[in-house]
């Protein structure tokens, strides 16, 4: 079994900074990418940030300048720093890891979903 526990969300003011945190526990292997996405009402979800276990980046250009993704491999989290956040963030943020397990088979995970809320 493995787990993704999501962290950090809540209400925040337009222009306000929110961290969100995601924790992976159970029987990993090893973890490959990490990242984060996320889901408006009535909207398909879609992709924030992504970061390889090199630390290689790539967010979405509705963020670019705002966000920024980071992780710690010994702590198997994936952090999403959320600056100068606009009502239009509003969304579920899920996490998702690409790992591998204790009998070699590499999965797709999600985590439950975080609620972030901008009030303008």
């Known amino acids: 079994q493995v787990q993704l526990v999501e962290s950090g969300g809540g209400l925040v003011q337009d222009g306000g900074s929110l961290r969100l945190s995601c924790a992976a526990s159970g029987r990993i292997f090893s973890i490959n990418d990490m990242g984060w996405y996320r889901q408006a009402p009535g909207k398909q979800r879609e992709l924030v940030a992504r970061?390889?276990?090199?630390?290689?980046?790539n967010y979405a250009d509705s963020v670019k300048g705002r966000f920024t993704i980071s992780r710690d491999n010994a702590k198997n989290t994936v952090y999403l720093r959320m600056n100068s956040l606009k009502p239009e963030d509003t969304a579920v943020y899920y996490c998702n890891a690409d790992l591998t397990d204790w009998d070699y088979k590499r999965t797709d995970y999600w985590g439950q979903g975080t609620q972030v809320t901008v009030s303008s």
């Open positions: 970061i390889s276990r090199g630390h290689s980046t």
